[in-house]
């Protein structure tokens, strides 16, 4: 079973930046859709990033566009989450996730598609 830990989160001004990480421990192969997520108080958990370790391939929303990189250290096993440009809208506690093995991310990936999750690391951002 492929367990997940994030860090990284903490608090920041508007424009500011921080890196998450998400320690990714008994993966059985190197072919997984990983992803981030995010969960704002009284809403809904939406898509942030996906990548797809086997390839590199990447997918990411239109909240993340332009912002936030998706990346990976194969060798460290640990995925990653750079977010610069931060805004208070960004403020939400951040998941990451593993989906099927040899599943590609699809375009449109939703939390359904992806069956672990970490348990999140908080980001404060003020104004």
């Known amino acids: 079973q492929v367990q997940l830990v994030e860090s990284g989160g903490g608090s920041v001004r508007t424009g500011g930046s921080l890196r998450l990480s998400c320690a990714v421990s008994?993966?059985?192969?190197?072919?997984?859709?990983m992803a981030w997520f995010r969960q704002a108080p009284g809403q809904e958990r939406e898509g942030v990033a996906a990548?797809?370790?086997?390839?590199?391939?990447?997918v990411d929303y239109p909240s993340a566009r332009g912002r936030f990189t998706i990346s990976q250290d194969g060798a460290k096993n640990t995925l990653y989450l750079q977010m610069n440009s931060l805004k208070p809208d960004d403020t939400a506690i951040y998941y990451c996730?593993?989906?099927?093995?040899?599943?590609?991310?699809?375009?449109?990936?939703?939390?359904?598609?992806?069956?672990?999750w970490g348990l999140g690391t908080q980001v404060t951002v003020s104004s």
């Open positions: 996730a593993a989906g099927r093995e040899y599943q590609g991310c699809s375009y449109n990936f939703e939390a359904a598609d992806f069956p672990v």
């Open positions: 990548i797809y370790t086997g390839g590199g391939n990447t």
């Open positions: 008994d993966l059985t192969s190197s072919s997984y859709c």
